[in-house]
C-alpha cells in the first residue's frame, strides 16, 4: 500500500521549505497533493521517492517535469 507523507514529512524528505514545496508543485517539479481532507493535502510516498531518485540520478528539470507529467497520469488511471 502506498503511504501518504503530509507537507512536513515531504519537506524533511526533499529538504525543500513550505514555499518551495508548492511553487515546485506549480512549476511541475513535483507532483501536486491529494486533498484528504477539506483542509488537509498529502503525497503519495512513492510519488516524492521518485522524482528524489531522479534528482539523485542529476535528471534535468525537463526530465523531472517529464516524470512528473507521468506519475500525474498514473495516479488518474490508477485510482
Given at each position: 500500500?502506498?503511504?501518504?507523507?503530509?507537507?512536513?514529512?515531504?519537506?524533511?524528505?526533499?529538504?525543500?521549505?513550505?514555499a518551495s514545496v508548492y511553487l515546485n508543485a506549480s512549476?511541475?517539479?513535483?507532483?501536486?497533493?491529494?486533498?484528504?481532507?477539506?483542509?488537509?493535502?498529502?503525497?503519495?510516498?512513492?510519488?516524492?521517492?521518485?522524482?528524489?531518485?531522479?534528482?539523485?540520478?542529476?535528471?534535468?528539470?525537463?526530465?523531472?517535469?517529464?516524470?512528473?507529467?507521468?506519475?500525474?497520469?498514473?495516479?488518474?488511471?490508477q485510482y
Amino acid at each position: 500500500m502506498n503511504s501518504l507523507l503530509r507537507l512536513p514529512d515531504v519537506m524533511q524528505a526533499t529538504g525543500l521549505s513550505r514555499a518551495s514545496v508548492y511553487l515546485n508543485a506549480s512549476n511541475g517539479l513535483i507532483t501536486t497533493p491529494i486533498k484528504i481532507g477539506q483542509r488537509s493535502a498529502a503525497w503519495p510516498e512513492s510519488e516524492i521517492e521518485a522524482i528524489n531518485r531522479a534528482r539523485i540520478a542529476g535528471k534535468s528539470e525537463n526530465d523531472i517535469k517529464v516524470l512528473v507529467t507521468k506519475l500525474l497520469r498514473e495516479r488518474s488511471e490508477q485510482y
